[in-house]
């Protein structure tokens, strides 16, 4: 029997299939470029309220176990912020803040597929709502600032209200400057007196000499 026809169709079905094997394996390296495809806020971005959470999306899908992600605030200094949620292609990263500027958010993605991407998103807030400023950012409490504010208010007019004791102290006081002030006179004036009874009676010594 002629076996030269089954050889043939082995050998054009290992060729189909080397084929097909080659066509994936250059297709594979140019899917597996995992890339950012948007943020929330966006990259330069600034907002008049800090927003609760950052959202990034990518073109693949996110290896959630090797993901890092670092936020620094307008000094620098990293902020101590919760793990990041994850939905498919995106993560969601929730916010704290220290003082109004400009944030940064850097991180390290790796896609199902084994690509990488690092990249960071920076973006500016003009305000911080209650409630998401870090651990000992939070601003003076208005208590304080309420409190100092009434004081002024209602200072000349604790001063025209003052208690009936303080009223008598103070009449007390200008009457004993007063009384001060008279026998001081007098003194003055017995002291003069004396030295002129004094003057008047050497003068007298004098000319009776």
Known sequence: MDRTPIKRAAALALAGLGGGLLTLGLAAPASAHAALT???P????TVAEAPA???ASFSEILD???TEIAVTDPSGAVVDVADPGYDGDTFIQPMLYTTPGEYTLAFRVISEDGHRVDDAISFTVESIPEGLYAPGSEPATDATTDAEATAEATGPATQEASSPEAEQAAEDSNTGAALAAILLGVLVVVVGGVVLVKVVGRKG???ES
Request: charged residues 50%.
């Open 38 to 40: 948007g943020t929330d």
């Open 53 to 55: 959470e950052v959202t």
């Open 42 to 45: 966006e990259d330069g971005a």
């Open 64 to 66: 959630e176990a090797s």
């Open 205 to 207: 010594k004098e000319d």
